[in-house]
């Protein structure tokens, strides 16, 4: 017990004995020196890491460009249908001779249901849109707005546009397939709601008859 | 944002001059080793350059430097753990033979701190060397300060026993070196190593 007595430190002499070991007197400098070297070090690095991201960024950035003005390409078919079929309904607008001498005959051997009373038929008759033919048949609703439906069959299709409805001009217009290989662009105007044009191709082409489906597919054609 | 970095490096500068003989002399005494006290020191600063926005009070600089060179010297005991087997000999930086008092029992208290787990020689080197408050000390353990106070009187009381065990040992070295007086001092030292194997690493310690 009197050797611990004799070994033990005060915290004043503990202290005075930890604070001896002498500081090499080059050690501020070199920590200094190396300190500034390491973070120029760090800063370089820094700012290449920082060029590496903006270059990804700027290629990815030009990638998803490209993908972008190249999309269009991909659906240059459907818009060039859906800019035809607008061209051809604003070319027609104007045009009401009776190319059909019995609209509702023509409709029905077409396998097309009459639109309801209230509505007329202003137009019907076969045209080229592009290569394709179609039926074009204007119906006039009881508030005096137009509806055109151009009705394709078999259209392929890549070269039905990607969307389903849009704009054009001062027209709206919806794309419907309400039988299979039957495919309608409807043009409306304001005035009509898009409920209103669906409702209305589905009611003239609902199957009415019993037909066997190559005379469907005849009259359609 | 140049100007707050210059101002930054500009504050870790006067906090190198300010700090660096405290942290450098933790780390010696940790380490037993200048050369690695040094890098300890180095690597310190920068990690702390590195996560300076995590200093939340200036005030408290010094303890948040030094919890992270602790970190640093930590560190240094794993890869050591992994690699060798070294000597309380390894003491670069103290002296290999008392030239005086002082130096002698500077010495002592040396292979002394050698004896003790590493946790104990922290607090004892955060309480003796750095004279932090209970308060302080448990803040960078982030221990309660009455465990801290049980934790650094186990430390001091193992460092009294190895400090006792070194006084037989220290008389039986100079009844050796009277009785074959070809034998340098240094030599003397050596052949009284004694080998601390660190690969029981810090962790296995009590902190």
């Known amino acids: ?221 | 944002m140049p100007h707050l970095l210059k101002r930054d490096r500009q504050q870790f500068d006067d906090w190198i001059q300010e700090h660096h003989a405290a942290l450098y002399r933790h780390a010696l005494w940790m380490t037993s080793r200048s050369d690695v006290a040094e890098d300890c020191v180095q690597e310190a600063y920068f990690q702390a350059w590195k996560s300076r926005k995590s200093l939340k009070d200036e005030a408290k600089v010094f303890s948040w430097l030094l919890t992270i060179l602790r970190r640093m010297v930590y560190r240094e005991y794993e890869q050591r753990a992994n690699n060798v087997t070294c000597t309380v000999d390894d003491f670069s930086s103290f002296p290999e033979t008392a030239v005086d008092d002082d130096q002698s029992k500077m010495l002592d208290l040396a292979k002394a701190m050698q004896k003790i787990s590493t946790g104990h020689r922290d607090i004892i080197l955060m309480h003796g060397l750095h004279g932090l408050s209970y308060q302080e000390i448990s803040e960078v353990l982030e221990i309660p300060a009455g465990t801290v106070m049980s934790r650094l009187s186990r430390a001091r009381a193992a460092l009294d026993t190895a400090l006792n065990q070194a006084e037989p040992e220290k008389q039986a070295s100079q009844t050796y070196q009277t009785s074959t007086s070809q034998t340098s001092p240094i030599s003397q030292t050596s052949s009284n190593a004694q080998v601390i194997n660190l690969k029981t690493g810090p962790y296995n310690n009590e902190r």
């Open chain 1, 1 to 221: 017990m009197n050797d611990e007595k004799n070994s033990s430190l005060s915290d004043n002499q503990l202290h005075g004995l930890l604070s001896k070991p002498e500081i090499p007197s080059t050690l501020q400098t070199k920590l200094q020196k190396n300190f500034s070297e390491q973070i120029n070090a760090e800063q370089t690095n820094a700012s290449h890491r920082r060029w590496r991201k903006g270059l990804a960024l700027s290629v990815a950035a030009n990638v998803i460009f490209a993908v972008l003005i190249l999309s269009p390409y991909s659906t240059m078919k459907p818009s060039a249908l859906m800019d035809m079929a607008y061209a051809h309904v604003q070319h027609e607008e104007e045009l009401t001779g009776d190319f059909v001498t019995d609209k509702t005959a023509w409709l029905t051997a077409k396998n097309i249901n009459p639109p309801p009373k209230a509505f007329t038929v202003g137009l019907a008759k076969n045209c080229l849109i592009g290569l394709d033919q179609a039926k074009h048949i204007r119906i006039n609703t009881p508030q005096q707005n137009d509806i055109n439906l151009l009705i394709f069959s078999q259209l392929d299709d890549e070269l039905r546009p990607a969307r389903d409805k849009g704009k054009k001009g001062l027209q709206q217009w919806i794309t419907l397939a309400p039988r299979d290989g039957v495919y309608v662009i409807a043009f409306y105007e304001s005035g009509v709601s898009n409920s209103e044009v669906k409702q209305l191709v589905r009611n003239m082409f609902q199957q009415t008859t019993d037909l066997s489906s190559s005379q469907q597919h005849d009259m359609v054609i």
